[in-house]
């Protein structure tokens, strides 16, 4: 009886600026459900890196590969069915022997609401759940908000659909007229 191959680590890197329970919710469940179903590999772990403002660069999935020829393009392919945005990639190996695996298939904005220079009144009488609500609405089909991010100064929507420059148009109808969304920046983010 022949001794087992050792699992291969691989780090599923997504430019994607989730909190860790939303990572969790699209990627880690569906990903940890279908290698019960399908062998591959399992998830051993995540995690996320925060810059110095506290807000989310991007976030990541461990995985031990039990099957690395079936589950390299099975990871790529899964993880941008569940919504990876483009800049994502697998990270595995070592030195010389590191690879990089691109893939993602969504692009993504961030819009920044100010959270400090409007009118009191604005503050009193606005609702980011309304501009939350009213963003998905307009998006349809062509995008959603996967996560947020409150900061001390600003709190930032994470837009991901099929094209950015679709989505800043959808929404700048209202983002250009709703009082919480004055000084807000939209922002490319993958």
Do not use: H
């Not at 290698?35 to 399992?42: D, I, P, R």
């Not at 100064?153 to 989505?167: N, R």
């Amino acid at each position: 009886m022949g001794a087992e191959a050792e699992p291969l680590f691989v780090y599923a890197q997504l430019n994607a600026r989730l909190r860790p329970l939303d990572r969790g919710e699209r990627y880690e469940e569906p990903l940890e459900q279908a290698f019960e179903k399908n062998g591959l590999g399992e998830v051993t772990g995540g995690g996320t890196l925060q810059a110095t403002t506290s807000e989310i660069e991007y976030c990541g999935i461990d995985v031990d590969l039990f099957d690395v020829e079936n589950g390299i393009p099975f990871l790529c392919q899964f993880l941008s069915q569940c919504g990876a945005p483009k800049g994502s990639k697998l990270i595995y190996g070592e030195g010389a022997d590191g690879k990089e695996v691109p893939f993602g298939i969504l692009e993504g904005l961030g819009l920044y609401l100010n959270g400090t220079d409007l009118p009191d009144e604005v503050y009193k009488t606005c609702d980011s759940n309304v501009v939350y609500g009213e963003i998905n609405r307009l998006l349809g089909q062509r995008g959603a908000i996967q996560s947020y991010w409150q900061g001390p100064m600003e709190t930032a929507l994470y837009l991901y659909g099929y094209s950015a420059d679709e989505m800043r148009s959808l929404i700048e109808p209202f983002v250009s007229t709703y009082p919480l969304c004055q000084r807000a920046r939209i922002v490319s983010i993958a």
